[in-house]
């Protein structure tokens, strides 16, 4: 268990809806990344917050948008959704000292 | 444009052999990073390499990286069924800020 949660483990929908995933980083960690985790795209990064600031954007969709809270947890929002959208999405956190931390992932079905 | 390629892809092999799976990045780097992800699961970390000529070890796996050559090799040795996964290397670039950039991952069945 590395520490870091997400919730929903799996969430399915349809095209066209929109989708909120959340994450929850370790205790202390400022630092949330958000990954993408496809059969054709493989490991992509999306976005990266730290303390509640938007730090780095990888390939993130203009259709997919993320923050991050005072308390430090993170959302992902995912609209318009298309069926290539369907992955897994992981947040993983860390400190300054460098290793990111993964959580369990989110699965995404979209019918 | 980081790239970071693994070889190899798929590696089937026995129990009790030695292999190594090796990976290569484009351009330079802060930190090389190894992760194992079983079937379904997340990806755990390994292996954290900082500095050229690092060496990591940990039970039956070792991880090295010649920030020159811009290659880091993950040795097996005397490999057991439990080390059958998925394994990934990822490189940092934008002093962390950027994320991580992984390879394609390396997928190692190890048979008894």
């Known amino acids: 268990d590395s520490g870091v949660t997400q919730t929903p483990k799996h969430l399915i929908t349809a095209t066209g809806q929109r989708v909120t995933l959340r994450c929850s980083p370790r205790?202390?960690?400022?630092?949330v990344y958000w990954y993408q985790q496809s059969l054709d795209q493989g490991l992509q990064f999306l976005i990266h917050y730290y303390n509640g600031e938007e730090r780095a954007k990888g390939n993130i969709l203009e259709r997919f948008s993320a923050q991050q809270f005072p308390d430090l947890h993170s959302e992902l929002n995912l609209s318009s959704l298309e069926l290539g959208d369907s992955a897994l999405y992981f947040c993983?956190?860390?400190?300054?000292?460098?290793?990111?931390?993964f959580g369990p992932g989110t699965r995404l079905t979209v019918l | 444009e980081l790239k970071v390629e693994q070889n190899p892809l798929f590696l089937s092999m026995q129990e009790g052999k030695n292999y190594t799976i090796y990976c290569n990045y484009s351009?330079?780097?802060?930190?090389l990073y190894w992760y194992r992800q079983d079937p379904g699961k997340s990806l755990e970390s390994l292996f954290v390499?900082?500095?050229?000529?690092a060496v990591k070890q940990e039970g039956r796996l070792m991880a090295s990286l010649d920030t020159k050559a811009r290659l880091s090799t993950l040795h097996i040795t005397a490999a057991v069924h439990d080390l059958s996964a998925t394994y990934f290397c990822?490189?940092?670039?934008?002093?962390?800020?950027?994320?991580?950039?992984f390879g394609k991952g390396t997928h190692l069945i190890i048979q008894p």
């Open positions: 351009t330079t780097s802060d930190r």
């Open positions: 205790s202390g960690d400022l630092s």
């Open positions: 990822a490189v940092a670039s934008g002093g962390g800020a950027d994320g991580l950039t």
């Open positions: 993983a956190s860390s400190s300054r000292v460098d290793t990111q931390y």
């Open positions: 390499l900082l500095s050229n000529g």
